[in-house]
Nanobody, 124 residues
């Protein structure tokens, strides 16, 4: 089992930055991939960014590539999402997720464990 707790959400103006963090507990953190997803009102949950177990391989949705950076610290059991140049369309509840194994893709079904979510609101 893996327990995930997100933090760092809030209200920011367009063009601003936020840093989300995800604290993990349970299974050895370095043994599984991590991902960030988001869900806007009335929309399906969508993939934002993913990172493999070793932190070397990262991948992003086209909508955030170049603006968001995912990272992890296996010594601190944390995964982070640095969000720059935020846009109103980035407004959503952001969720971190843990995969069952060391690598994962962009599908929701690739991830077995989910945090409770943190709200990000970008004003225009």
């Amino acid at each position: 089992q893996v327990q995930l707790v997100e933090s760092g959400g809030g209200l920011v103006q367009a063009g601003g930055s936020l840093r989300l963090s995800c604290a993990a507990s349970g299974r050895s953190f370095g043994s599984y991939a991590m991902g960030w997803f988001r869900q806007a009102p009335g929309k399906e949950r969508e993939f934002v960014a993913g990172i493999r177990w070793n932190g070397i391989s990262t991948f992003y949705a086209d909508s955030v590539r170049g603006r968001f950076t995912i990272s992890r610290d296996n010594a601190k059991n944390t995964a982070n999402l640095q969000m720059n140049s935020l846009k109103p369309e980035d407004t959503a509840v952001y969720y971190c997720a843990a995969a069952r194994g060391p690598s994962a893709g962009s599908r929701l079904s690739d991830y077995a464990y989910w945090g409770q979510g943190t709200q990000v609101t970008v004003s225009s």
